[in-house]
């Protein structure tokens, strides 16, 4: 069956610290996955497809198929990347979605 | 242009008491999804329309219905609301292999 797995409820770090959010996934077929942010009491908004590889916010993230992960990074965060991030996957041709429970980040200065 | 449009945005309801939440997108979008936000659960689909005049269960369907109305708006009701429904509730909206546009949520409390 297919499973999203953030291991961290919370991740606490200082600005200008790295940060990495977990992201562990289970799927027999070609996996397609997302990040999501959601700032305070907004709306979700896409930060990253695998597909794209782009580097949005200073975020990236690498679709690693033999560990099963896609792993978001970024360097040095900032006080405005406190939020609570989702990973996805892709489960059907008809853009259903399965959520991990997600990961509060909290940067303090 | 508003993207995706959820009202209302906060409900209190009573047990038992019927409700619908309406959902409209203006990106002419084939693709709906109704999904619930619970503390440590992440999100989880309700219902999904793959395309105007169809809808399919998702992974927590029981509780509620759907209706895609037309192209744009794609409701979700509670015949008779219950305590566990409590949640913040998300529209969201996509086509082809673009990725979901989700709107800014419903808050509905069940007394």
């Known amino acids: 069956a297919q499973r999203v797995t953030q291991p961290e409820k919370l991740l606490s770090v200082f600005k200008g610290a790295p940060v990495e959010l977990k992201c562990n996934y289970s799927?027999?077929?070609?996996?397609?996955l997302f990040w999501y942010v959601q700032y305070s009491r907004q709306r979700l908004q896409l930060l990253l497809r695998h597909i794209s590889r782009e580097s949005i916010k200073g975020f990236t993230a690498d679709l690693n198929k033999g560990e099963t992960s896609f792993h978001l990074k970024k360097p040095f965060a900032q006080e405005e990347d406190s939020a609570m991030y989702y990973c996805?996957?892709?489960?059907?041709?008809?853009?259903?979605?399965?959520f991990g429970a997600g990961t509060q980040v909290v940067v303090t200065p | 242009n508003a993207g995706v449009t959820q009202t209302p945005k906060f409900q209190v309801l009573k047990t038992g008491q019927s409700m619908t939440l309406q959902c409209a997108q203006d990106m002419n979008h084939n693709s709906m999804y109704w999904y619930r936000q619970d503390p440590g659960m992440g999100l989880r689909l309700i219902y999904y329309?793959?395309?105007?005049?169809?809808?399919d269960k998702g992974e927590v369907p029981n509780g509620y219905n759907v209706s895609r109305l037309n192209k744009r708006e794609f409701s979700l009701r509670l015949e008779s609301a219950a305590p566990s429904q409590t949640s913040v509730y998300f529209c969201?909206?996509?086509?082809?292999?673009?990725?979901?546009?989700f709107g800014d949520g419903t808050r509905l409390s069940i007394l």
């Open positions: 996805a996957l892709l489960i059907n041709s008809w853009g259903k979605l399965q």
């Open positions: 969201a909206s996509k086509t082809g292999d673009q990725p979901q546009h």
């Open positions: 329309s793959a395309s105007e005049g169809t809808t």
């Open positions: 799927y027999s077929g070609s996996p397609e």
